[in-house]
């Protein structure tokens, strides 16, 4: 396992260190920072989705906190440090490594990994310490049984079945106004996320009088996605919905390019809202629809893009990392009202809004935030919310110009 600590927390601890030296007892018994610590996959299948959303903004918020003088705990201003392993996207490394920032490490913080089933393996050791446990890469339909479980937890995505009806919904209407007729191919990635959503979207499809000519899942390892095209293209839809993850994401489009693959709706899920998408498939990638969306014409968003690409030299993704550091912020604000207790800053996230770069932020009684955006399109360069119909959202583009050779 290996172990990653920013040069800031060397720095600021050597500086602490010699400080105290020279410092009365009761100076150095008290608290001078406050340890942020982490497991995600900086290796291994999940790393690319990692890597986009969430330990950038974990980097951020830390150095944005750090720069604005630190959290004010107790009437003192303490900066941040961070400790980090690389869970080399396996739930069992993840465990091990959470469980190391809670029993040696003494972590003040413990921020989550990244992915659905690596959420669910870690929950129980959140919850043992106490700790909030502030997820953006976790949709699942059972974050209500998780959360009355294990009530720290907070989800900053929704459910599946949320995902699936919105985008159902915006097939209905489409249908409805004789825009594509009713044959939908699903295929999915057969990891926690993908098996989730595509059974939520099978149940809205069916419900809303859909007909599911092509179904068909792959393993996450796939490295030619040619066969399921090929059978999803031979069934003839309008619409192709694919529950996938960044690597799949981008070959299901690469390989439906290649073939002249040119449904009327063509929506993937993880990776769809990265950079990377557009900078691969440039112009072509406007029509493609995804999961989540935003609106980024605020002054708040725009600050923060600049914020990220300053330290990151790349800019964050179009759904993800907006709600991460969203829901950082709140976690900071919740903890300069209570202090770094556990149980009081669980209370106050539940019932508190917060000021964040997405507006308010307020979770619902599930530990759910409340509103957001659940499908987005690539439209002139950058990824909208388009469902559902609230201010801010972009009218839907149907059909998705033909892919270019």
Known sequence: MSQGISRRRLVGTLGAGTAALAAPAWVRAQRTSIKVGWAISKTGPFAGGAS?????NYLLWIKDVNEAGGLSVDGRKLMLEHIEYDDRSQSEEAVRACERLVSQDKVDIMLPP???????????IFARGGFPMMTCSMASDR???????????????????????????VLSKARTAGLINDRVAVVHATEQFGIELANAARKALKAANFNLVYDAGYPMSTQDLTPVISEAQRANPDVFMGFSYPPDTIALAETSRVRGFNPKVFYTAVGTFFPMYKQRFGEAANGVMGIGGWNPDSDALKAYIQRHVAMHKREPDR??????YAGLQAMGQAIEKVGLNNAEIVKQLRGTSFDTVLGKLEFDSNNIRKGGWFVGQWQDGDFYGIAPDQPGAHKTVIPKPAWKA
Do not use: C, D, H
């Open 52 to 56: 986009v959303t969430q330990w950038p």
């Open 114 to 124: 990244w992915g659905t089933g690596q959420n669910l393996a870690v929950a129980p």
């Open 143 to 169: 974050i209500a049984e998780v959360v009355k479980r294990w009530p720290n937890v907070f989800s900053l995505l929704n459910t599946s079945t949320v995902y699936a009806e919105a985008v159902v919904a």
């Open 319 to 324: 759904w993800g990392s907006s709600l991460m």
